[in-house]
DNA sequence: TTCGGCATCCGACAAATGTCGGATGCTCGA
DNA sequence: TCGAGCATCCGACATTTGTCGGATGCCGAA
């Protein structure tokens, strides 16, 4: 899957028209800001942003895009942080990497560049699959178990789990009581909660 | 929730044995190695580790370390990725961001430092709130059905949502209804199987 | 060898879930 | 003002899900 919609946070206007011109030209639907100010006014109207693309330096501000990635991150949008820069030191590179930012590209770059690691961090992020084996592995399932859970974790319901596995159906649902027993949960809404908190 | 399993990797042995006690103490079950080759090792037995802190320079190779950042990524164990380290140049910083490090730590620093920092790294990870906005957002649900969803991706029967948001429960199946066919799904696993794709 | 854990099956039942058809009232924009 | 969309409710039904009691066979550790 590919992320649809992207703030993009860069001062310079040229540069910010042709990155943004690049986004859609991709696909992506792309909202662009100027400024802090801008994004932040942004932000309030409308959330659901799958990833940012933000310029380090903004006007006088040597760290303006930094300073957005915490507040970004505490929104619970965004799920990718792509910062660009033309000038890296150590000390904005360790903000960024530690307020939480995924990647962090040079300029000068290409548009190409970016839409990969677009592409790449994005996936990343989407990826669950670490906090299913943790759940499954730190319930102490036997591995039975863990295959039809996984299975039940991909929506599949008991009868289809049943005879993919190549078992009967009731035996799914009892793997299934136990599997549930074993979480400490009564229900499979409740086994996916337990195997993704929200 | 606090993470569970650490792997520890620092090749000196005095502040290796001090972290690790460390951790210990702090509740948490900890797999130490003092090589690149030993977390390889380690890793081939036993998966399920909940982050990983890491000692950039390992023996001769500078940063034995950080290249031990992609495969623990690759495997889909560890959450969270720490390192640590005494000479933080830029080079390496860079390299630790973009491979996908959660933090930068470093030294000398207090394990005190590392505990608070794995445990607010660990819950970043383990948050999965932009998935359900994203989810939900591009489903384009209105604002009764967000509710209502949210409640459901929690777990709760559908007389549980009824009585919290205040709608009888028949009405609430019927809101979810409609938000199964916006969101091109027909059951309710199937609809946590599209807000958590794994 | 014997016993506990694992995997497998069955029948039966209560509860939860999803769907259908139909209904009312509200609000907002054309 | 008139209809579309939203939110709300009802009854009824087929399906799915979770549980209970009971059963068999296998394997590995005690």
């Not at 770059?109 to 699959?129: G, I």
């Not at 670490?130 to 319901?157: I, S, Y």
């Not at 009581?177 to 009564?186: M, N, T």
Request: a neutral charge; aromatic letters at 6%.
């Amino acid at each position: 899957m590919k992320p649809q919609r992207i703030l993009l946070v860069e001062d310079e206007r040229d540069a910010r028209e042709a990155l943004a011109r690049a986004l859609a030209r991709a696909g992506y639907e792309c909202s662009a800001a100027e400024s802090s100010e801008r994004a932040h006014a942004i932000l309030r109207g409308e959330q659901g942003f799958d990833a940012a693309v933000l310029d380090v330096k903004l006007g006088d501000d040597d760290r303006a895009g930094l300073k957005l990635i915490r507040p970004l991150r505490a929104t619970g949008t965004c799920t990718a942080i792509i910062v660009i820069t033309a000038f890296a030191d150590l000390d904005k590179v360790k903000q960024a990497l530690n307020d939480g930012a995924s990647y962090l590209i040079e300029k000068p770059f290409h548009a190409a560049e970016l839409l990969a690691v677009l592409q790449r961090v994005w996936s990343e992020a989407q990826d669950t699959s670490h906090l299913v084996e943790r759940a499954l592995q730190r319930a102490g399932l036997t591995t039975k178990e863990v295959e039809v859970a996984k299975l039940v974790l991909k929506g599949l319901p008991s009868a289809e789990v049943a005879s993919l596995v190549g078992i009967s159906d009731k035996t799914v649902r009892q793997h299934l009581s136990q599997i549930y027993a074993k979480c400490g949960v009564a229900t499979r809404s409740e086994f996916f909660h337990y195997v993704f908190p929200s």
